[in-house]
């Protein structure tokens, strides 16, 4: 181990890495999905490591791998290491022109719905800048550097993070058109008990939310439970049932409408995330700006607002009862 540290390679390296992924996700397989390789080669990596260090790192289990003690006690090293890789990776690239990649970690519903429409303008002017976005419900750990810049629900509390921005979306129950001419449209939230209820299983269920919790657990017919914020908006257009959406997307899916049941609105704050390292890096700086601007703008997009408006006449609500971000 010591002349491991002491006289370091590139393929050490390499097979660090391979091992540390391999660790964290507790087998080959999704080690390769995670790292665009095989298995095969994870397992060669993860064999050449052991036998330059001459101990077993990972024990073989029915369905992936196990750290052994030697294993736990390389992880923390190698951890280390990929830390001071990365921040040697950061500092360079601050030296250089606006180019290069940015990890951006959001959930599925902002980078499928929100994200594109306001990527435009940025990727017009800084064509050199790839973006690679990560969407999942399992949030980074920034700490460990997994990604460069995060949206979050979960408030952040680590020191080490710097909070960028905040904002909140607010939620009403939809359906779609052909739902409500073939069920009817409920009144109130008492009458969702007769209709079809679609559910994100991510949702809170504590303050607000819990009347919607509550409505879901009681509910005899909840047709749809899902994990994604897409899957559940899709499924509610092609009428499965009723789920709460944010209002904004009243002004992007002409086939939805937005329903006033006693008034119940839940909201959802969101946070703009990063390193305190990572925010003064020109290229991550030029997105965050440009994120502040546009996903965290105080107001929606003319065209939106349009729209929106157009639907809340439509349905009979009034402008001032809605707000999307604050």
Not at 94 to 108: E, N, Q, Y
Not at 140 to 158: F, S
Not at 254 to 269: A, G, I, Q
Request: overall charge neutral; aromatic content about 8%.
């Amino acid at each position: 181990m010591q002349e491991f540290i002491a006289h370091p390679s590139a393929t050490d390296w390499d097979d660090l890495r391979h091992y540390l992924e391999a660790a964290r996700a507790g087998s080959f397989r999704a080690a390769a999905l995670a790292l665009g390789t095989t298995q095969p080669t994870v397992g060669r990596r993860v064999d050449r490591l052991e036998k330059r260090l001459g101990t077993k790192l990972l024990r073989r289990i029915a369905h992936g791998v196990r750290m052994t003690p030697s294993g736990e006690a390389v992880f923390k090293v190698a951890g280390d290491i990929e830390r001071l890789m990365r921040q040697l990776e950061l500092q360079a690239a601050a030296d250089r022109s606006l180019a290069g990649r940015i990890r951006l970690w959001v959930t599925d519903g902002i980078g499928g719905y929100w994200l594109p429409p306001r990527l435009v303008e940025f990727h017009r002017t800084h064509p050199e800048i790839t973006i690679e976005v990560i969407c999942s419900n399992e949030v980074p750990d920034l700490g460990k550097m997994e990604a460069d810049i995060v949206v979050t629900y979960e408030q952040p509390i680590n020191p080490n993070l710097v909070v960028l921005a905040r904002a909140s979306i607010d939620f009403r129950p939809f359906a779609s058109r052909e739902y409500l001419q073939l069920y009817g449209t409920p009144k109130n939230l008492a009458d969702l008990q007769t209709h079809r209820i679609c559910d994100h299983t991510e949702y809170p269920k504590t303050g607000e939310w819990q009347t919607w919790a509550d409505i879901v657990r009681d509910h005899p017919c909840v047709s749809y439970r899902t994990n994604s914020s897409i899957t559940l908006g899709h499924n509610t257009l092609y009428g499965a049932g009723i789920s709460l959406q944010p209002v904004a997307l009243a002004g992007l899916e002409p086939n939805l409408v937005m329903l006033e049941l006693d008034d119940y609105s839940p909201r959802l704050d969101f946070w703009l995330v990063c390193h305190r390292e990572n925010k003064d890096i020109p290229r991550m700086r030029a997105l965050i700006d440009h994120l502040k601007t546009t996903l965290f703008a105080e107001k929606m997009s003319a065209s939106v607002q349009e729209r929106l408006q157009s639907h809340l006449v439509e349905t009979g609500f009034t402008r001032d009862r809605i707000v999307i971000h604050k």
